[in-house]
């Protein structure tokens, strides 16, 4: 018999690699373009995008295979959903799980949303945001990204 | 940047005891405390990617008169910019020929960048709209010679939104003692939401007017800004606007015997003329002051 979506198996498991689980609803995309993971990427990746959640709701998932993500890729990955879990998958099983967390200080993923800020130049330089009681902050420019803003649109 | 290498960059990254420092060592100098050979043998590089008359020339003059000397980068189109280089290559480049540069450039955050690549000390002479710490700095200097910053009014007037001079004057204020900050401003002109959050943030008083005579009697300090005309949505809004705000001697009449009027110039019309004799027109001896402070800055940074 066919699985369906309501079965809640969609998703193939895979051998080796990384499972995101619990990315809010859809920012697995953004997830993604925060992992480094674009057009012509060779890499084998399983999105699934508004799936229901074993918590209630919606959520989406991303799964990748033979990639082991580091703690501050991991981190990253908070920006847009805080409330992800990373489970690291070995032979099928998994091997480490973990949540993520917001770091203090995110190099290289954010887009300065000033135009005028020497970071959105074709400077050699990368992005620094650090995290603000209300957002993020340029640390260039001191443009702020507030908690009310969607910050997967300056991923 | 080597460890030891000291930037001013913004007055937000600075203590108020380093401020203090500077503005103490900037009236030793305005005394004549000096000997003019306190940075002999130095060079100073002046890059300077936008115009600028008294930014650049009381740098200058604040390097002769401690003995060093200045290196011009002259005009950006007579420059290896307009071939494409990139301001990180410059300032590295220029790191090699002098002890210290003063950087002003169209891109907000271009002098935090010059500071993470130059091998000399960098002063932020003014980036876009972001931050200029040696305008605040003599700000601050002139408030300190009428009266002590601690326990006063300060009022703001102008353009309060886009105006980089009166953003960072608000945060070097928060750093003294019960500050209380009026603002005047025209609709859609006032501190954006997040300057005003961020000052909440470190515990200034803010309190917002929409007339100058209400907040006149109260201000020990009237600090007044130029209104660009393309900020307004039509000509005649400005004009209403420039009329009801002109700072004029009948109008001072209202301020408390003391207020000292400041303006960061070029002023046009938000001054009269006729003020510039009264005892609390304070902005000449504020555009002279940028020569004492930027003593202090370079004297810091590069001995």
């Not at chain 2, 307009?82 to 002098?111: F, N």
Request: charged share 25%; hydrophobic share 40%.
């Amino acid at each position: 018999m066919v699985k369906t979506i309501s079965d809640g198996i969609v998703i193939s498991p895979i051998k080796n690699g990384t499972v995101i689980d619990h990315i809010t609803p859809g920012e697995g995309l953004t997830v993604l373009r925060i992992l480094g993971i674009r057009d012509g990427t060779n890499v084998t990746v399983i999105v699934a995008s508004n799936v229901p959640s074993s918590r209630g709701g919606r959520k989406d998932m991303v799964k990748i295979e033979n990639r082991e993500l580091l703690k501050d890729e991991v981190d990253k990955i908070a920006l847009v959903a805080p409330d992800a879990t990373i489970s690291i998958i070995r032979n099928f099983k998994v091997s480490v799980k973990k949540t993520v967390e917001v770091p203090k200080q995110i190099t290289g993923v954010i887009k300065c949303p000033n135009p005028n800020c020497i970071t959105n130049t074709k400077e050699p330089v990368q992005s620094k945001f650090v995290v603000h009681p209300r957002g993020f902050r340029c640390q260039y420019c001191d443009s702020l990204i507030s908690s009310e803003m969607d910050i997967g649109d300056y991923i | 940047m080597t460890h030891e290498q000291k930037n001013i960059l913004s007055v937000r990254d600075m203590e108020r005891e380093e401020i203090d420092k500077l503005l103490s060592s900037a009236a030793a100098f305005d005394r004549g405390n000096y000997t003019g050979r306190e940075l002999e043998g130095k060079i100073l590089a002046v890059l300077f990617f936008e115009p600028s008359t008294r930014t650049r020339m009381s740098f200058s003059a604040a390097m002769m008169r401690l003995g060093g000397k200045i290196l011009n980068l002259g005009s950006v189109e007579a420059t290896s910019i307009t071939k494409g280089e990139t301001l990180s290559d410059t300032i590295r480049v220029i790191s090699g020929y002098c002890d210290a540069i003063v950087l002003r450039h169209p891109k907000e955050g271009a002098a935090r960048l010059a500071g993470e690549v130059a091998s000399v000390p960098v002063i932020n002479g003014g980036d876009g709209a972001g931050q200029h710490p040696s305008q605040t700095l003599l700000d601050l200097f002139t408030i300190r010679e009428s009266m002590p910053i601690e326990n006063i009014d300060v009022g703001l007037q102008g353009d309060l939104r886009y105006g980089r001079t009166v953003h960072s004057l608000a945060f070097a204020l928060s750093k003294y003692n019960n500050i209380r900050l009026h603002t005047i401003a025209p609709d859609g002109l006032n501190f954006p939401k997040f300057i005003k959050e961020d000052l909440q943030d470190v515990g200034v008083e803010l309190i917002v007017h929409d007339h100058i005579e209400d907040a006149l009697p109260e201000l020990d300090v009237l600090y007044v800004t130029r209104l660009q005309r393309e900020r307004f949505p039509d000509p005649v809004a400005f004009a209403n606007y420039a009329s009801t705000y002109r700072i004029t001697p009948e109008l001072l009449e209202l301020a408390k015997p003391g207020m000292i009027v400041l303006h960061p110039l070029p002023r046009v019309d938000e001054i009269d003329p006729a003020v510039d004799d009264l005892p609390c027109a304070k902005y000449f001896e504020q555009a002279h002051n940028g020569v004492p402070i930027r003593m202090a800055m370079l004297n810091e940074v590069i001995n």
